[in-house]
């Protein structure tokens, strides 16, 4: 979760009773399907939802929207709003992740137990988004002070561009090799 504690903080965790554990942040924003052929993945409470991977496509186009905003501010010189557009790209990603951590992830990881050879491209791909998710971390730190630092503007033009290629490339494996893994439990 090396992802999680950049984005959000380190926390210390908090010993919770195993009989009753809280509530999943993200279960408010994405309820669990009520109908009679809803399932949970084994050994959780997360129940499959026939909307998330819909959602979460829906976040991609929004965050690539967002991305191609902040990119045309920037190449016209408007760093400030760039600057915002970055923090409101932030906000986004930082929801979306937590989305697909918790509602997503977890779901696959139970779900998936007895299917190894897709339970490890799973695996691969979680694994991937920390590594991915360092350098999209210490890009928005990096420029987290662009609108009061013009000198960042060159930098941060090649360092968006990067960082862009390595998003959409994510994007475009994860709509097309992860989700679809995404199904209910017999």
Same mark, same amino acid.
């Given at each position: 979760?090396? &992802? ?6 380190? *926390? ?9 554990? #809280?509530?999943?942040? @993200? +279960? #408010?924003?994405?309820?669990?399907? +009520? !109908?009679?052929? @809803? ?39 408007? =760093? ?17 992740? &937590? ?17 190894? $050879? ?19 971390? #210490? ?8 609108? !009061?630092?013009?000198? &960042?503007?060159?930098?941060? @033009?090649?360092? =968006? !561009? ?10 475009? *494996?994860? $709509? +097309? ?10």
């Amino acid at each position: 979760m090396f &992802l999680f504690d950049l984005l959000f903080g380190k *926390r210390e965790k908090k010993a919770t009773p195993a009989a009753d554990p #809280a509530p999943l942040p @993200a +279960e #408010a924003s994405v309820p669990p399907v +009520e !109908d009679a052929g @809803a399932r949970t993945a084994p050994g959780t409470r997360i129940h499959f939802n026939p909307e998330l991977i819909p959602r979460l496509t829906a976040d991609h186009q929004r965050l690539l929207q967002g991305f191609t905003s902040i990119r045309e501010a920037a190449a016209g010189g408007d =760093l400030a709003t760039a600057a915002l557009r970055l923090e409101t790209f932030r906000n986004d990603l930082q929801g979306h992740l &937590l989305t697909e951590n918790i509602r997503f992830y977890v779901y696959l990881e139970h779900a998936l137990a007895d299917a190894p $050879e897709n339970h490890a491209l799973m695996r691969g791909f979680r694994h991937e988004m920390d590594d991915i998710g360092k350098a999209v971390v #210490a890009f928005l730190g990096r420029y987290r002070t662009l609108a !009061d630092d013009p000198g &960042l503007a060159e930098g941060f @033009a090649r360092d =968006l !561009d990067g960082i862009g290629a390595v998003l959409v490339e994510r994007i475009r *494996r994860e $709509e +097309e090799t992860l989700y679809p893994l995404y199904r209910p439990t017999a």
